[in-house]
């Protein structure tokens, strides 16, 4: 039995997330697995799992999402295998790749890291008092947008003090899901991409549910100048989500890679930040 690795990319404005959701007596919501399993489907002619790596939630994008399927067999070469689900698959989600695997691999269990960006507009170019979409109808899909003027030297002072591993805690949404609300975060940079946009990039071992928006949600709180770099700590030790930054909208993430340390050359970094 083959097993097929794919690396995918997708647009998360129309998609509820990730993962497959079949509300009881209602038509299935629209997820990225959805539609690739429907995609699957058609091409095997059969129904076959497909198992990707990261949840990501509704809204949030994807330039290196990694997804697994094992069909009871295949005529279709392995080389051809992006291009027919493509020509399967809505124009805002498609097959970057495609690799035969081991057949004991799994996106979630291999994963050695993975890393997000957020992007995020800030300065004087508002609709309102609030976060709200960005100036340009063009970024609107894919970056968030805050009124005030950041401190990029102060976001990027606390950074450091994110890294580790550390109980995160504070950080997350609804962290009694968790058996462990422990992680490794590897890094996180702060970059200013243009005048007035500035990029974050958190990498880990592994992220909890909002776990990025949070991070990015305090250090926007320190570039504002409402925390100090040093409260970062604070806010780790008391593990308390109502000392962190708020959690920041969806349009501004993005998957960005996923590494598993070698075992499968499709989801290395390097293959990824194409």
Partial sequence: MPRFCLLIAYDGTDFHGWQRQEPPGLPPLRTAQGVITDAVRDLFGERIAVDGASRTDAGVHARAQVAAFSPAQSRIPVDRLALALNTRLPHDIEIRQA??????????????SKSYSYRLRHGDR???ASIVAPASVFER???????HALNIDA??????RLLGTRDFRAFAHNPDARETTTRTIHG?????????????????????????RIIVGTLVEVGRG?????????IIAGRDRTKAGRTMP???????????????EIATPEASSA
């Fill in 226 to 234: 409402r925390f100090a770099p040093a409260f970062v700590d604070e």
């Fill in 250 to 264: 969806p349009e501004g993430l993005c998957l960005e890679w996923i590494h598993y340390g070698g075992r499968n």
């Fill in 99 to 112: 690799s035969l695997t081991n057949d004991s691999f799994d996106p979630v269990r291999d994963c050695v």
């Fill in 155 to 160: 976001m990027v002072a606390a950074a450091p």
């Fill in 188 to 212: 996180v940079t702060v970059t200013v991409v243009e005048d007035g946009v500035v990029r974050f990039d958190v990498a880990g071992s592994g992220f909890l549910h909002h776990m990025v």
């Fill in 141 to 147: 899909r894919t970056t968030a947008h805050i009124r």
């Fill in 126 to 128: 508002v609709r309102d």
